[in-house]
């Protein structure tokens, strides 16, 4: 057996690493960061956050790497599906009226 | 003799049509990894509904978020963070053989899991006595815009079905206890004990994108 076990320092650091990056994401909202910059600076912190969870949390930095490689394809097609649809929707002449 | 008799326990949880216990543990795991995928891609169709909506009527969005207590969202972020921990700590205390903390990590989780839900219980009936419902039922006149039912649409879909996700993670991690009460997980075996904490980060991770998308919209 040569399974992985975190070491309680590991565990521990994540996790308060995870609360301050909490923190700051709240932080960030009360000095106003112009438009497109507030939502990149949210989806950043969130995405180091979840980075963090899944690495050492889900534990896909010690495992073996085609774990890590399906997870990123579930984001590579998230990815494909936002992408297309925004290549329709962005470019309606006025949107669509009724929503 | 005895030798042969411990190896023969840890040897029972091996299904025939797997050369190893590792080949076995890992099977399965990628088994959950794929599911995980799924799940992102499920989540994913309300991300791209949320997305064309923000993209559509942005200040819809700053205007609803108002309605949304930033301090019960961040305490439930917090929330989610810490029973993620629990989770974490209650899989490294199986492969440890402490299997006593294991099943008090677990209970942790689930009583934080069960904090969570009472918070988005308050938010919910908070709503709701505004008559902020989901869909055609929305009868709140606080909002100017027109669309403002949408938002909340949004909302209720991609919180409710976190909330179910939270409710399935909490019955599954109960179902842990019991099979660690009953000694079926230990240090040699704990694939599922393993899989259902991939789960349980996944539903933290979810809610680390849902917290500053709905509520922190400035």
Request: charged share 15%; hydrophobic share 55%.
């Amino acid at each position: 057996m040569s399974h992985h076990i975190s070491t309680l320092p590991t565990l521990l650091s994540v996790a308060g690493a995870l609360l301050v990056l909490t923190f700051l994401t709240v932080a960030v909202t009360w000095i106003n960061i112009p438009e497109p910059f507030n939502v990149i600076v949210a989806i950043t912190i969130a995405v180091v956050k979840a980075a963090a969870v899944a690495m050492f949390f889900m534990n896909l930095y010690w495992d073996s790497k085609f774990n890590s490689v399906v997870f990123l394809l579930s984001i590579l097609f998230l990815t494909i599906f936002v992408v297309i649809t925004l290549l329709d929707t962005l470019f309606r002449e006025g949107g669509l009226p009724v929503y | 003799m005895a030798n042969q008799s411990v190896a023969t326990e840890k040897k029972s949880h091996l299904q025939h049509h797997f050369v190893d216990e590792d080949q076995q543990f890992e099977s399965s795991k990628m088994g959950m990894w794929i599911f995980l995928v799924t799940e992102v891609l499920m989540f994913g169709g309300l991300f791209v509904a949320y997305i064309i909506y923000r993209a559509w009527h942005p200040d819809l969005f700053y205007e609803a978020a108002q309605e949304l207590d930033v301090a019960l969202g961040a305490t439930n972020t917090v929330v989610l963070i810490a029973s993620s921990l629990t989770i974490a700590l209650a899989i490294r205390a199986v492969q440890l053989d402490k299997i006593k903390a294991a099943i008090n990590y677990m209970a942790a989780t689930i009583l934080l899991a069960g904090t969570f839900m009472v918070i988005k219980y308050f938010e919910y009936m908070d709503k709701f006595g505004k008559g902020i419902y989901p869909g055609e039922s929305y009868t709140y006149d606080g909002l100017e815009h027109e669309m403002a039912a949408n938002f909340f649409s949004i909302y209720y879909m991609m919180t409710g079905l976190h909330g179910i996700h939270v409710i399935i993670g909490m019955v599954l991690i109960g179902w842990m206890i019991i099979k660690a009460k009953k000694g079926l997980v230990h240090s040699g075996y704990y694939t599922p004990v393993e899989n259902t904490g991939l789960f349980w980060h996944l539903v933290d991770i979810i809610w680390i994108f849902l917290f500053p998308l709905l509520y922190l919209i400035d």
